[in-house]
């Protein structure tokens, strides 16, 4: 490939990459911060992920290999799409193996698997201020980044104890990143907090409507706010996977039948796919096995 | 009392353009003292309540307020996070409306404990049982604690507003109209429990009234504004029973007497 080929290397024209990415180094040198950038019309609807993918646009190289989550799973319409998308504009190799991905772009989950040092991991975001549901005025809500105000957070997670005897905020769970911003790690699970915290990737948040750039650079501290009398738990699960038998994974419920019949599978498909072909076998798994046979 | 003032005013003046908000006021206030503004619609009462509350930037004029340090610094050369802050711990400010000082979709116990989560309070039981106390202290019950404000009646709001303000123990509170659009036999209940935080709790206070009743019960002195300027101060009791100002002596003699 000649370098004039790799002028306009994928979808965004040169100017807007570079603006793009002086946003993210802005956000990388600011743990949490919100950087307002100028978002681009992308052909998608808002909601869909225009802010991750100009993300992942601006910093693919031609050497890189992208993976692309939705929900935890690679085989789902946002994930498709999006990665038949770049595979189109920048002709970049693809993947859905976590190990084997440089830049992971995810809507809603981060990867069982561990991450390591070189990998970026792609936030869709949807509304980047944690406190915009307690408060409205946009002008308010930075100055209270600004001058370090969160005890309005902590009211909302009150609220949830008053009303359900526990913290019920089971996903964008506010975290505190280096001990600075709150920032709200766009709708992940709870679950996934834990694996911010001092994670070796770099974790880059796009929201396109919203017009903002964040970052967790690699090693940062990431804490989950909480009370000292009720401190942060993860979702725990009371049966393995059905599928791969893995305690300690993310689950969805998949209804199976019309007679409340369920069973719950990981959420990362290729966890579960991994674990399968090691051997790895859950409760359900078995019938799947012979019918293929 | 301690015989330094809590709030030195000098000159204080706010021009909307050409018209005059509040001009040329100076007064001095202790710790434990009420103030009453009292004055007609338009007189700059809130205009100038607002301007020591660092709540509208006055045109000229200074505002100093001893800290808890004992320094007194001037509201205006104090960064904004130091004003916030003072805002939040030391100062309570109730509004005549409570829906603008509460936050209505949050429960009223969270409403109390706001300002302690806002100064680092972050154990949940303690919280809990101080905004409970506080609740009892204003005469709600506490199994209303979970209820969101605007399940309250007017009067309710406005002692959950007040109780969320007294929570951090200010030493000054600014109150604009605090029983304005109760009625007649919830305004006496009022004036009645704020007059005995105020002397328990040794509070310094402003209140904004156009409602002499409102002053003569719970001020021990009083200013009256006219056309933004301060036309007579004193002794409440004095200012009431024997009004200098030709202007106080209409206001006076305007109360209906039934």
Not at chain 1, 226 to 251: M, N, R, V, W
Request: glycine share 8%; hydrophobic share 40%.
């Amino acid at each position: 490939m000649t370098d004039l080929a790799t002028y306009n290397f994928a979808y965004l024209d040169e100017q807007t990459k570079r603006m793009i990415r002086r946003a993210i180094l802005k956000a990388i040198a600011i743990p949490g911060y919100q950087v307002p950038f100028a978002s681009r019309e992308m052909p998608m609807p808002y909601g869909w992920g225009t802010g991750g993918v100009q993300v992942t646009a601006a910093v693919l190289g031609p050497d890189d290999t992208l993976k692309v989550i939705d929900q935890g799973a690679d085989d789902t319409t946002n994930a498709v799409s999006i990665r038949a998308f770049f595979q189109k504009v920048a002709n970049v190799r693809v993947t859905t193996k976590t190990a084997e991905a440089t830049i992971i772009q995810t809507r809603h989950r981060i990867p069982e698997a561990q991450l390591q040092a070189g990998q970026i991991l792609v936030y869709q975001v949807p509304i980047p201020e944690p406190l915009r549901f307690l408060e409205p005025r946009e002008t308010e809500t930075r100055k209270m980044h600004a001058l370090e105000e969160y005890g309005l957070m902590h009211v909302k997670l009150y609220e949830d104890i008053a009303r359900h005897g526990h913290i019920a905020t089971t996903y964008a769970y506010p975290v505190k990143v280096e001990g600075r911003y709150v920032m709200d790690p766009s709708p992940t699970p709870k679950f996934d907090n834990p694996k911010m915290h001092m994670s070796p990737a770099l974790q880059l948040f796009g929201a396109g409507r919203e017009k903002r750039i964040y970052a967790v650079p690699p090693h940062t501290e990431v804490v989950s706010l909480d009370f000292e009398d009720h401190p942060f738990e993860i979702q725990t699960f009371s049966q393995p996977c059905a599928l791969c038998g893995a305690k300690g994974s993310y689950l969805d419920e998949v209804i199976l039948d019309d007679k409340g019949g369920s069973m719950f599978v990981c959420s990362d498909t290729d966890f579960c796919e991994d674990r399968q072909a090691k051997g790895h076998r859950g409760a359900l798994a078995a019938d799947t096995a012979e019918a293929a046979e | 009392m301690s015989d330094t003032p809590l709030l030195k005013v000098r000159d204080l003046s706010k021009f909307y353009g050409s018209r005059i908000g509040c001009q040329n006021v100076s007064f001095e206030l202790w710790p434990g003292e009420v103030l009453a503004i009292v004055g007609e619609s338009g007189s700059g009462k809130t205009t100038l309540l607002n301007c020591l509350a660092t709540r509208l930037a006055p045109s000229a004029g200074s505002v100093e307020y001893r800290m808890r340090d004992g320094q007194f610094r001037d509201l205006y050369r104090l960064s904004e996070a130091e004003r916030r802050f003072l805002m939040r711990t030391d100062w309570g400010f109730v509004h005549q409306n409570p829906a603008d000082g509460l936050r209505m979709t949050v429960s009223a116990g969270a409403n109390v404990g706001e300002r302690l989560m806002a100064i680092g309070d972050r154990h949940y039981g303690n919280i809990r049982a101080t905004a409970t106390d506080w609740l009892g202290r204003v005469e709600i019950a506490s199994d209303r604690i979970d209820d969101q404000p605007r399940a309250f009646s007017g009067g309710m709001r406005q002692r959950l507003q007040i109780a969320r303000n007294l929570v951090t123990n200010p030493r000054l509170v600014f109150m604009d109209e605090p029983t304005g659009g109760l009625d007649v036999s919830v305004q006496a209940r009022l004036l009645d429990l704020l007059r005995g935080l105020v002397s328990d709790l040794g509070l310094a206070a402003i209140v904004v009234t156009h409602d002499l009743a409102v002053a003569r019960l719970l001020s021990h002195r009083m200013m009256v504004m006219k056309d933004g300027h301060i036309v007579e101060t004193g002794l409440t009791d004095r200012v009431l029973d024997d009004p200098q100002a030709p202007y106080t002596q209409l206001l006076v003699s305007s109360i209906l007497q039934v």
